[in-house]
């Protein structure tokens, strides 16, 4: 079974504040993203990786960053947080396209920014 | 617009009936996922397609890339059938993203 976990699983954080979401995934998979849902817009990508030391930016990605240092670890960096980036943050990692591109997604972090 | 137009937005059936959700796309998709989010937020796998139907105990799903549709079957809906249904779409022009539909919340009545 796959495995993705998250950390923290919750978050209270200041405006202006650095915060830093963390996600671990034992899948091997080479593929890692990282989404934010919000009432009335379903999922939507904020940062992907293909690999160790590379992030890729996606429909969303203003006011984040993303490190990848290694294969199993991929962070979510909000450098000075603001309070519409309050939200319930979901990372997955999935396989490459093909037959092995099916992603699996951590349990969440809910982060508020007050 | 949205390229992954999922319907309806919100359901309820009566424990034992069953119904079909429907996610349309509006650019050519190479594969499609389906989860069950459930009350407590996790998201579930229900099912990844490239074509074809797959099944699974109560669920069916169908992905016709041509016709740009997939849809999701629930039979004898049952009382923890309940959440919000997604459809996640793998677009032709980028290996590596999938596009969310909004979902399609469904409330199991006993």
């Known amino acids: 079974e796959a495995a993705v976990t998250q950390s923290p699983r919750n978050k209270v954080a200041v405006t202006g504040g650095k915060v830093t979401l963390s996600c671990n995934q034992t899948?091997?998979?080479?593929?890692m993203y990282w989404y934010r849902q919000d009432t009335g817009h379903g999922l939507r990508l904020i940062h992907y990786s293909y690999g160790a030391g590379s992030t890729e930016k996606g429909d969303i990605p203003d006011g984040y960053k993303a490190s990848r240092p290694s294969q199993e670890n991929f962070s979510l960096i909000l450098e000075l947080a603001t309070p519409s980036q309050t939200s319930v943050y979901f990372c997955a990692s999935g396989g490459d396209w093909g037959p092995y591109a099916e992603q699996f997604f951590g349990p969440g972090t809910r982060l508020t920014v007050l | 617009g949205d390229q992954v137009e999922q319907s309806p937005s919100a359901l309820s059936l009566h424990e034992g009936t069953g119904s079909a959700l429907r996610c349309n796309f509006t650019t050519t998709m190479r594969a499609v996922q389906w989860f069950q989010q459930n009350s407590r937020g996790s998201l579930i796998n229900l099912f990844y397609?490239?074509?074809g139907t797959k099944e699974n105990g109560r669920l069916k799903s169908t992905f016709n890339s041509k016709e740009s549709y997939s849809t999701l079957h629930i039979r004898d809906a049952q009382l923890e059938d309940s959440g919000t249904y997604f459809c996640a779409a793998e677009a032709g022009t980028n290996a590596y993203k999938v596009i969310f539909g909004k979902g399609t919340h469904l409330h199991v009545l006993p």
């Open positions: 397609l490239a074509s």
């Open positions: 899948n091997n998979h080479n593929n």
